[in-house]
Nanobody, 129 residues
Framework: QVQLVESGGGLVQAGGSLRLSCATS????????MGWFRQVPGKDREFVAA????????YYVDHVKGRFTISRDNGRNAVDLQMSSLKPEDTAVYYC??????????????????????WGQGTQVTVSS
């Protein structure tokens, strides 16, 4: 059983930056592809960014490309999401997800939330205009 704990959310003005972190425990971290998703009330959970088990492959939804960067540190069992040039429409609860890959240090990224097995509790990001 893998546990995920997000941190780093908060209130920021438009144009500002935040860094979210997702600490994991209870599993072999390098086996898991990781992703960040977000959700606003009344809408489905939306894919934001994903990184492969090796960290060598990343993928972003179009409207965060160039503003958000996902990275993982297999030494500290954590994945981060650096968010810059934040916009009010980025306001949401951000969730970290983990999906076991076939092999450790894999190169596959996953963008569908239904492919993820483990989730954190979420962290609120609010961007004011």
């Amino acid at each position: 059983q893998v546990q995920l704990v997000e941190s780093g959310g908060g209130l920021v003005q438009a144009g500002g930056s935040l860094r979210l972190s997702c600490a994991t425990s209870g599993g072999a971290f390098s086996v898991y592809a990781m992703g960040w998703f977000r959700q606003v009330p009344g809408k489905d959970r939306e894919f934001v960014a994903a990184v492969s088990g090796s960290g060598g492959s990343t993928y972003y939804v179009d409207h965060v490309k160039g503003r958000f960067t996902i990275s993982r540190d297999n030494g500290r069992n954590a994945v981060d999401l650096q968010m810059s040039s934040l916009k009010p429409e980025d306001t949401a609860v951000y969730y970290c997800g983990a999906r076991p890959d076939i092999l450790a240090l894999g190169h596959t990224v996953f963008t569908d939330p239904r492919q993820y097995v483990y989730w954190g509790q979420g962290t609120q990001v609010t961007v004011s205009s």
